[in-house]
């Protein structure tokens, strides 16, 4: 039984208590702070924990929505905020600034569930505090054949005025020759 | 690519006449031709996919998730469709007990005995087994 089983037990198992999520993400995010030294190397490992979440609930993701694979980047983006942030984090952030060749676009999120109780010590100015989810991005669109690059650019922890979450598509993979072995 | 990650035979009649690995490639090479076939072929790219194919003695069914993981399902000829068979045991097998798994790491060869018994609970519950 997954652990969101286990959190929602009560009621619809997709269900888990909003602020309880909060604060276990906050209890990583502060055991990350104690063992790591610099803001850079925490970010690192938070992306990195994303990543492996993203691989494997991008599985979850498609067995649960349905979706067909994306004839465009732009469809991806759009399926990213309004389906799949709903369906884990029950937000949508609004898909917006795209670059003109199409690569680049930014979510910008109203709320961030991750974030309700927190405030950023001033030792830490560099902290990406929602980092995870980068990591999730990257390594669910990785596993779609879709490599991308993915980073805060704004964060209201930090001082500005609105969360930016930049992504950017880097390749397409293309799928794999035929095995060289093969007669 | 192309690694066979479980494999499980429910009434077989004949062996085939090679290893398991050599049929595991020759499936995946066979698989690989067909479906740039079918891409090449295609009215609409990018919008094709293989689904089944049948001789006069079995069928093929052939579904591939988004990312790549493919079911292969082999009945007699006189099956149905199998397409929402094989969606189903994507999203309430591989993805439930495999991928949830947190010991399996995805794309390695699924070894969990709960995943092999709920898989074989679903193939037996189907009403063309």
């Keep these: 039984m997954s652990l969101m089983n286990v959190l929602g037990r009560a009621g619809d198992s997709r269900k888990v208590n909003g602020e309880l999520f909060a604060f276990m993400y906050g209890s990583l995010v502060t055991q990350l702070v104690i063992d790591y030294e610099t803001d850079e190397a925490i970010n690192t490992q938070l992306e990195k924990m994303g990543y492996n979440i993203g691989i494997r609930l991008i599985e979850d993701f498609l067995a649960r ?6 004839v465009d980047f732009r469809e991806t983006a759009d399926v990213v905020a309004k389906l799949g942030f709903k369906q884990f984090l029950g937000i949508q952030p609004a898909v917006t600034n795209w670059s003109n060749d199409g690569k680049d676009f ?10 309700d109780f927190v405030e950023l010590p001033a030792d830490h100015p560099n902290l990406s505090y929602s980092n995870l989810l980068c990591g999730v991005i990257r390594g669910a669109l990785e596993m779609v054949q879709m490599k991308v690059e993915c980073k805060f650019v704004q964060d209201v922890l930090q001082g500005h005025t609105t969360t930016e979450m930049r992504v950017r598509l880097l390749e397409i993979i293309d799928e794999g020759e035929l095995p060289s072995n093969n007669t | 690519m192309g690694d066979c990650i479980y494999y499980k035979q429910w009434n077989r009649t004949k062996d085939a006449a090679m290893s398991q690995d050599e049929e595991f490639k020759l499936m995946y090479g066979m698989l690989y031709s067909i479906k740039s076939f079918a891409k090449r072929l295609s009215p609409q790219p990018g919008k094709e996919a293989l689904r089944f194919f049948k001789t006069n003695q079995y069928k093929l069914h052939f579904y591939e998730a988004p990312t790549g993981l493919k079911l292969i399902l082999i009945t007699s000829a006189d099956a149905g469709d199998m397409d929402s068979t094989l969606r189903s045991l994507y999203s309430q097998i591989y993805v439930e007990y495999a991928v949830k798994n947190p010991k399996y790491t995805p794309s390695s060869e699924i070894t969990s005995e709960l995943f092999a018994a709920k898989l074989d609970q679903f193939i037996r519950s189907q009403a063309i087994f």
Excluded at chain 1, 65 to 70: E, I, L, N, P
Excluded at chain 1, 106 to 115: A, H, Q, T
């Design chain 1, 106 to 115: 930014s979510l910008i999120f109203d709320n961030n569930p991750l974030c």
């Design chain 1, 65 to 70: 929505s349905g979706v067909a694979r994306c």
